[in-house]
């Protein structure tokens, strides 16, 4: 079974320096799982 963890972060901003500037911070996580869950199996 392997997993993964991905963390971003994003900084930025956006309008217009004369009037208004606003600043913003962006945090995102990604949690990913990897099994076999519809595996066929054979009955003897």
Known sequence: MK???NLS???GSYGT????RKQYVQIGLS???????????KYE
């Open 9 to 11: 972060v994003q900084y």
């Open 31 to 41: 949690l990913s799982t990897s099994d076999t869950w519809f595996k066929k199996r």
């Open 3 to 5: 997993s993964f963890v």
């Open 17 to 20: 320096p004369d009037l208004v």
